[in-house]
């Protein structure tokens, strides 16, 4: 069974700071790699999603990269904002589209 | 984009109370939807796969009879919590997909809370 792990649970920095949140899976046998930020009492908004053939995605300042090898995927925000203040989960994709998730990492961001 | 309306966002009732929960795909057709709980602080679970037309796949450890998933149309899921406890209050989250390698879409939630 899959399992996804993210760490740090919580972070904390001044805004302007470069950051990498870090995901890593138990099987590699994934269809891709999902990245998600949910706001406190909101549902999801998908940010990234790195197909198994692909390597990384890039999105204005957000840059997600997929190593199925060793199960793990980063996601590296530049230039870090109060507003990207969230939580952001990652979710591999398996059989049948189900998505397991990771327990995500809380996000503040301090001006 | 693909949009899923999830309703309602909130709702508060007291023990013993069935709550129905609705998940629409507003412009596609939603094949397969997926059935998600959150609790606080922590990530989402999936509690039950459903297909149009037939009957719902649920998870380990999600009773069935518990949560009542119909999803007699290509635009429209439902989860029905059946005589709801404290121990039931949480965030669910709805999801859906109109082709079955396609991203899901998911909806805003719905915050239920039990006295």
């Known amino acids: 069974k899959q399992e996804v792990t993210q760490i740090p649970a919580a972070l904390s920095v001044p805004e302007g700071e470069n950051l990498v949140l870090n995901c890593s899976f138990t099987?590699?046998?994934?269809?891709?790699l999902q990245w998600f930020r949910q706001d406190p009492g909101k549902g999801l908004t998908s940010l990234l999603l790195i197909q198994s053939s692909q390597r990384e995605q890039t999105s204005g300042r957000l840059n997600a990269s997929l190593d199925k090898s060793s199960g793990r995927s980063t996601l590296y925000i530049a230039a870090s904002q109060p507003g990207d203040s969230a939580t952001y989960l990652c979710a591999s994709r398996g059989a049948g589209n189900m998505l397991t998730f990771g327990g995500g990492t809380r996000l503040m961001v301090k001006p | 984009g693909a949009v899923v309306s999830q309703h309602p966002s909130r709702v508060i009732c007291k023990s013993g109370t069935s709550v129905k929960i609705e998940c629409r795909s507003l412009?596609?057709?939603?094949?397969?939807m997926f059935w998600y709980r959150q609790f606080p602080k922590q990530s989402l679970m999936l509690m039950a796969t459903?297909?149009?037309?037939?009957?719902?796949?649920?998870e380990q450890g999600v009773e069935k009879d518990k949560f009542l998933i119909n999803h007699a149309s290509l635009t429209l899921s439902t989860l029905t919590v059946t005589s709801a406890h404290p121990e039931d209050s949480s965030f669910y989250i709805c999801?859906?997909?109109?082709?079955?390698?396609?991203?899901?879409?998911f909806g805003d939630g719905t915050r239920l809370s039990i006295l």
């Open positions: 999801s859906a997909v109109d082709r079955r390698n396609q991203p899901q879409h």
């Open positions: 099987d590699s046998a994934i269809y891709n």
């Open positions: 459903s297909n149009e037309g037939s009957k719902a796949t649920y």
């Open positions: 412009d596609f057709q939603a094949t397969t």
